[in-house]
């Protein structure tokens, strides 16, 4: 039985002078993140309930397996001797919680872990569109992908599909840290593009030729990323095609009916529907959770909420979102975005929500004895 190291709490341990997470289960190797360690321990047929070597992989005698940050023996070294070394502490954690206490970088970057299956009414989007579609749905460009013969390259070739004053440099950035992410999870290699799908078959779709193909959706602040799996050699395995959102928003994606509404959206001396949600877990630390709510509920919640990844914000005439408030690796703030936005910067009602926001976020502070940083 292998563990999802992402989300299942192991134990924590000292081995050699060094802290590491501990498991009676399997770690597959596909499932390592770049530049940590997996080793099993093993006991002898004299003593087979202790840890008395360390081996990357046991037959006989295997006791569990170790996640390290640290290589703990030479490469070379098919066994090293444990001796009295290994000590399993009480508590149990989250590879994310063992992170944050051992003063490390969390491995799993959170753009790798927003992925959603793509839903049927969007599988036209992962296939060549029209130029008028592009032009319609703010399309930047995209990135063929090809793991190479073996499965474990990774070849890529950008192609443009939108005006080039759309491939900007914050563009740029924020494409390399979503395809750095990527390539920890999904397009790892061609193995684990197959270990994926057959995890996410809600994201399949029709249209592949030679196989079946798999669609997921990625959406950042100000872009939408929609990744392809073709997962079959001997043709292209992936294609990442980005859409820029704001670009839809100026003109390029929507009819002249959604033009109309995001216009209407932004007047405020129309009525206006508002709907209040909070998101846990908002970004893969655990199992994702949406509620909409009444803004009174929906402040109460989010206040009362014991997860350090969670945020809240409203939906406006189902056409304009924005988060009002945000809690994630260990801080706490209220985005300044909707000040920014045609569609908030002057409604009251959400202004006014703002405040009521930060009021309970200060009590709770105050009622705890702490400072939260963002909220002044």
Request: proline share 5%.
């Amino acid at each position: 039985m292998n563990i999802d190291i992402q989300k299942e709490e192991m134990r924590s341990a000292v081995l050699f002078g060094k802290a590491v997470l501990f498991t009676p289960h399997h770690i597959a190797l596909e499932d390592m993140p770049l530049g940590w360690n997996r080793y099993d321990l093993r006991g002898t047929r004299q003593r087979p309930d202790t840890a008395s070597y360390l081996e990357d992989k046991s037959v006989s005698y295997r006791i569990g397996s170790v996640l390290s940050p640290v290589p703990l023996k030479k490469l070379s070294t098919e066994s090293r001797r444990i001796g009295g070394t290994f000590l399993l502490l009480g508590e149990t954690r989250t590879l994310r919680e063992f992170c944050r206490g051992e003063g490390l970088h969390y491995p799993f970057p959170a753009l790798s872990l927003a992925l959603r299956p793509a839903s049927p009414d969007e599988a036209g989007l992962f296939y060549r569109l029209s130029p008028e579609k592009d032009a319609e749905l703010g399309a930047v460009g995209h990135i063929r992908i090809d793991f190479g013969s073996e499965g474990n390259e990774f070849w890529h070739t950008w192609w443009s599909r939108g005006p080039e004053e759309l491939n900007t440099p914050d563009f740029k950035e924020e494409l390399s840290r979503v395809v750095d992410g990527l390539r920890e999870s999904v397009l790892k290699n061609l193995s684990s593009m197959r270990k994926y799908c057959r995890k996410h078959q809600d994201g399949a779709i029709p249209g592949g030729t030679r196989c079946q193909n798999y669609g997921f959706v990625l959406e950042t602040d100000h872009y939408i990323y929609r990744l392809r799996c073709n997962p079959i050699k001997g043709d292209y395995q992936a294609h990442l095609i980005c859409f820029d959102k704001q670009a839809q928003k100026h003109g390029m994606g929507l009819t002249e009916k959604g033009r109309q509404a995001l216009r209407d959206a932004a007047d405020p001396a129309k009525l206006h529907n508002y709907c209040w949600y909070v998101i846990e877990n908002n970004n893969g630390g655990g199992i994702r959770t949406d509620h909409e709510l009444p803004l009174e509920e929906a402040v109460q919640l989010y206040a009362v909420l014991d997860c350090a990844d969670k945020c809240l914000g409203v939906i406006k005439d189902d056409i304009s979102t924005v988060d009002l408030a945000i809690s994630m690796d260990d801080q706490e703030w209220l985005p300044k975005d909707w000040q920014e936005m045609d569609d908030f910067k002057d409604d009251p009602v959400v202004a006014k929500a703002v405040e009521q926001i930060r009021q309970a976020l200060e009590e709770q502070t105050q009622e705890q004895g702490l400072t939260m940083g963002g909220l002044g």
